[in-house]
């Protein structure tokens, strides 16, 4: 059944999907056949004078090797990192969930991954809860509005427990703490989250740690 587009300014990706819901929902089923899989975000314009793409594509080899499967959001920087790390141990464990032609771009190449692992979603919400709902840990790395938006809908639904709580690491802490300590503060303050809700997650300094954290859980 065909929809009739929205007449609202606002509607402009609600409109852009609506026709392709049902496709961007058959998506993935090949991502969610992996045994063990770990989704990382951060964010695509990354400097490459700070630490962090190389720490992504070293936590995504060190959980390869051990025969665990990582996927991103397909684009660059910390994604292209941690699908490099995946890639550079075993092709077929790198994925790439992308959005098709966000504001009219192209979507990007992505060498990292092979073309049997790329799926192309036109909804930005559908493809966050593929990439959350196949995963069994999540690290975000730093990254900008679009990461922040992925943070707190995970911690959404955990919260609400629309999904099982898996553990959930945010790399860096000269990044994070910032963020960590207006939630302890401001937010709890006035009751809008529990002490407790900051449980959730751990953030993390050493990629060691999280690599080894991950491994145990998933065995």
């Not at 720490?55 to 390869?64: I, R, S």
């Not at 493809?127 to 709902?133: D, M, P």
């Not at 009751?191 to 993390?204: P, R, S, T, V, Y």
């Amino acid at each position: 059944m065909k929809m009739n587009s929205l007449n609202k300014p606002n509607g402009i990706e609600l409109n852009q999907s609506i026709e392709n819901f049902r496709e961007d929902l058959c998506l993935g089923k090949h991502v969610f056949s992996e045994s063990k899989m770990v989704a990382c975000f951060g964010g695509s314009s990354i400097r490459d004078d700070t630490a962090y793409k190389k720490d992504a594509t070293k936590l995504a080899g060190m959980l390869a090797r051990q025969g665990i499967s990582l996927v991103t959001g397909g684009g660059s920087g910390i994604m292209r990192a941690v699908n490099d790390g995946a890639y550079n141990i075993n092709p077929k464990q790198s994925f790439g969930l992308r959005v098709h032609a966000i504001n009219g771009k192209t979507i990007e190449k992505t060498a990292s991954v092979p073309q049997e692992n790329l799926h192309d979603f036109t909804s930005l919400a559908i493809r966050l809860l593929t990439l959350i709902g196949c995963c069994d840990a999540i690290v975000f790395f730093p990254g900008g509005f679009g990461t922040l938006e992925e943070v707190f809908s995970l911690l959404v639904r955990v919260r609400l427990h629309l999904m099982e709580r898996i553990p959930i690491y945010f790399y860096g802490k000269k990044f994070w703490s910032g963020l960590l300590s207006w939630m302890a503060t401001e937010v709890v303050a006035v009751g809008a989250i529990k002490q407790e809700d900051l449980k959730l997650f751990n953030i993390e300094d050493d990629i060691d740690i999280i690599a080894q954290q991950i491994l145990d859980k998933l065995g």
